[in-house]
């Protein structure tokens, strides 16, 4: 059994991890799954991320691997404000990382930050997968846009991955309330029965106590995995970020 998680950890920078509560919060909530697909690593040094690790380690044997940052690709929405960095973290006692991963390839500037792709192993089986996270703009006239171009990150997946049959899509897709209403996602392609929704609408998975948006979301194609044990949970009992971990 493998615990996959992920986590918006708000602005992760330099400020915050040299602030000792904050980075020992966030180690010490990572290292209670065997892997996290973090988002919005907002530090332009690249020291944050690894900052990060280092603190992990004190606690775990855990490992990272870093995409490069994203949100530049596509000169009409690249902005410094947007840009960020993904990383999975994951550890090395259950988990096996296969590659260093894949940026997808924003040809068409289908996403403000293009999604990033990596394979990983579980070190106690033969049993290999694909995780894609990605950060979705909070631009209330384009979320819509990026969620429908999802099917198309599962498609490059399977071509950048051939021999690969569970691909897990997991971040913050911004999938709720003012940016995309369930009538809106229910006339998507990402929604039929090819995908399985595995945070269900209405589930909230911001720390606000008046929020009940479901921004967080996991998602895996193919119809779903025969290894998908049919749970999940949130831990909103943080105080690093306003995202819950899903």
Not at 60 to 79: I, P, W
Not at 90 to 111: V, W
Not at 112 to 117: D, I, L, S
Request: glycine share 4%; aromatic share 10%.
């Amino acid at each position: 059994k493998l615990n996959i998680a992920s986590w918006n950890v708000k602005r992760f920078g330099l400020s915050g991890a040299n602030n000792e509560e904050i980075v020992s919060e966030i180690s010490e909530k990572i290292i209670q799954y065997d892997i996290v697909a973090v988002q919005e690593l907002k530090d332009r040094t690249d020291e944050a991320p690894y900052i990060l690790l280092d603190e992990i380690e004190k606690h775990a044997n855990y490992e990272m691997v870093l995409s490069n940052r994203t949100g530049s690709f596509c000169e009409g929405k690249s902005s410094s404000q947007i840009s960020e960095q993904y990383a999975f973290y994951y550890d090395l006692d259950t988990i096996k990382s296969l590659d260093s991963g894949h940026h997808y390839p924003d040809d068409d500037c289908d996403f403000t930050r293009e999604p990033f792709a990596a394979r990983f192993k579980s070190a106690e089986s033969d049993h290999k997968f694909v995780l894609i996270t990605l950060h979705l703009t909070s631009n209330e006239t384009n979320t819509i846009d990026e969620i429908s171009a999802l099917s198309k990150v599962f498609e490059w997946a399977k071509f950048q991955y051939p021999d690969e049959d569970d691909f897990i899509l997991l971040g913050d897709l911004n999938a709720d309330c003012n940016y995309a209403s369930s009538s809106e996602l229910d006339e998507l392609e990402i929604r039929n029965e090819d995908y399985q929704w595995i945070i269900p609408d209405g589930t909230n998975t911001n720390t606000a106590e008046s929020s009940t948006c479901t921004y967080d979301r996991m998602i895996i194609g193919d119809g779903g995995s025969e290894e998908y044990l049919g749970s999940f949970s949130t831990d909103c009992e943080v105080e690093a970020s306003d995202h819950c971990i899903i």
